[in-house]
């Protein structure tokens, strides 16, 4: 029997003479591809999964055309950490939880397909809202200090919001080219946490309500104030997300990975390159 086994490989074909090459068999092959597969799923539900970024909600921390991975382990796992959200799987595995500042993967409350980006501003119990642009939580400011403005390459005057009552401004620059100029400022959290957020100019949640995040749920806004559809809006389809319920978080961002700024072109190669924001790739957050 011992001889018998030996004499076969590990899906069962008949091992070669010494000196042939090996030649895996359909079986082979097939359950090769399948543990592979297994393989990345688990890594993809449980490790690491790749992210891209498709909106401005998140500028200036991050860009459209951002690649990044977000980490699965720190939050523990629901069942939005598996492929097609399995139903049997309630609440959250593992004790991990966001904190103030961290940006995280989630799934959107209105619709529930769809995955988006934002930073966690208000933990359970905690009071959020902003006042004439200014963030405040539990009663007080937000520290918040000017710094350098936001200097960004448009395709057209119509992409930069420079109308009246915007923070703004369009300029040409030496070479012909359009830049966006906005007011950006550095916010720091109870905790030391800072990061950088955008002042577009006056918006209809520039001033809200006082919310009060419920237990197990998270108040997240995006960097772009200006420009983003965010916990300051009900969760409805094409709307604003409303509180994130805890089992609705994927993961957390970690890393980008890849960057472009979207004018590479599939057939010309050379683009690839030229197209690539090589100084993005590597930052973490």
């Known amino acids: 029997m011992l001889r018998e086994l030996d004499e076969k ?6 091992r070669p003479p010494p000196g042939q090459p090996y030649r895996r068999t359909l079986f082979g092959w097939v359950r ?3 543990s592979l ?4 799923i688990l890594v993809r539900s449980l490790v690491i999964a790749p992210f891209n970024i498709p909106s401005r909600s998140m500028t200036p921390t991050m860009l459209v055309g951002d690649y990044l991975f977000v980490a699965k382990w720190p939050y523990g796992y629901s069942r939005y950490s598996f492929p097609f959200a399995p139903e049997f799987i309630h609440g959250r595995i593992g004790n991990g939880r966001p904190d103030r500042g961290e ?10 397909a769809s995955s988006y980006i934002k930073r966690v501003i208000g933990l359970p119990g905690d ?3 902003m006042i004439a642009g200014e963030l405040h939580l539990n009663g007080e400011a937000v520290a918040r200090e000017t710094a350098p403005v936001f200097a960004e390459p448009v395709d057209d005057a119509g992409t930069c919001a420079s109308e009246p009552g915007s923070n703004s401004r369009l300029e040409s620059a030496d070479d012909g080219s359009l830049v966006c100029y906005t007011p950006r400022y550095r916010e720091t959290l109870p905790g030391g946490r800072s990061y950088l957020v955008l002042d577009a100019g006056d918006s209809t949640a520039d001033t809200t309500q006082e919310f009060i995040v419920p237990a197990g749920h998270y108040f997240l806004m995006g ?12 969760a409805v389809p094409g709307g604003g997300i409303g509180f994130v319920p805890e ?4 993961g957390r961002a970690l890393v980008i990975f890849w960057s472009t700024d979207g004018s590479a072109s599939w ?3 050379i683009s690839w390159f030229s197209a690539t924001r090589w100084d993005r790739i590597g930052s973490g957050f």
């Open 127 to 129: 009071r959020v809202q």
């Open 247 to 250: 089992e609705n978080i994927i």
């Open 267 to 269: 057939i010309n190669p």
């Open 223 to 234: 960097d772009d104030r200006d420009r983003s559809a965010d916990s300051r809006f009900p």
């Open 37 to 40: 597969a297994i393989l990345a």
């Open 9 to 14: 490989t590990g899906d069962g074909s008949p």
């Open 32 to 34: 090769f591809i399948v």
């Open 103 to 112: 940006i995280v993967v989630f799934r959107s409350p209105a619709v529930p």
